[in-house]
């Protein structure tokens, strides 16, 4: 069963924040919270996690269409292209709820890049992940938590996600409730700046 992790962001427990790094270098998988939805992850270098990650939600690895958190924008660097004008955006807008999709490069794991050149990246305007992947070293992979319900397109109350997935992963991390909008996906790949979504960050 999983363990059910209370973190806040105001004066983070670094002693909470070890055992979940200790967890996703093990090759666990962690539901946690963004600026936006929660979010399933796991060391995006663990391709047994991230196969792990695929059987949960039910799809074929070389079909995912997973971004990854990472905790600064000198981070995103070393796994995707990023020409001056996105630099610019991105430094003007993260962290924020933003997922800007950009071509990787080769050091983006086979397991994600094996069907699309392009990968999406997110630096959330909420702590606790970027502390996590800046104490892991790693940037872990971020996929919303999709809920069941007609009405709710993504579920909130972080107690409620823990019931669904204890069996599924191996920690849940309580940071408080969770938003139902997701980020807004930008097409960064060319200075264009294409909204392929719309979510919780507006581009001004």
Not at 1 to 7: G, N, R, S, T
Not at 26 to 53: F, K, L, Q, S, W
Not at 80 to 93: H, W
């Amino acid at each position: 069963m999983a363990e059910f992790i209370k973190l806040y962001e105001k004066g983070t427990d670094m002693r909470k924040i070890e055992q979940i790094v200790s967890c996703l270098r093990d090759g666990g998988v962690i539901i946690y919270p963004t600026d936006t939805v929660y979010g399933m992850g796991c060391d995006i270098h663990n391709a047994r996690a991230v196969e792990r990650i695929c059987q949960i939600k039910g799809i074929k690895p070389n079909k995912n269409n997973f971004s990854f958190i990472c905790n600064d924008l000198s981070h995103i660097s070393d796994y995707a292209k990023v020409s001056t004008a996105a630099f610019k955006l991105m430094k003007r807008v993260l962290p924020g709820a933003f997922t800007f999709v950009l071509d990787g490069n080769n050091r983006v794991p086979k397991v994600l890049s094996q069907s699309k050149k392009t990968v999406g990246v997110r630096i959330p305007d909420n702590v606790i992940p970027r502390i996590i992947v800046q104490e892991l070293g790693n940037p872990i992979i971020t996929t919303s938590i999709h809920d069941d319900d007609d009405v709710l397109d993504y579920p909130t109350d972080p107690e409620l996600i823990f019931e669904k997935f204890q069996n599924l992963v191996d920690i849940v991390i309580d940071g408080g409730y969770g938003k139902n909008i997701p980020s807004t996906i930008v097409d960064a790949t060319n200075d264009d700046f294409d909204i392929i979504r719309q979510g919780g960050g507006y581009l001004d």
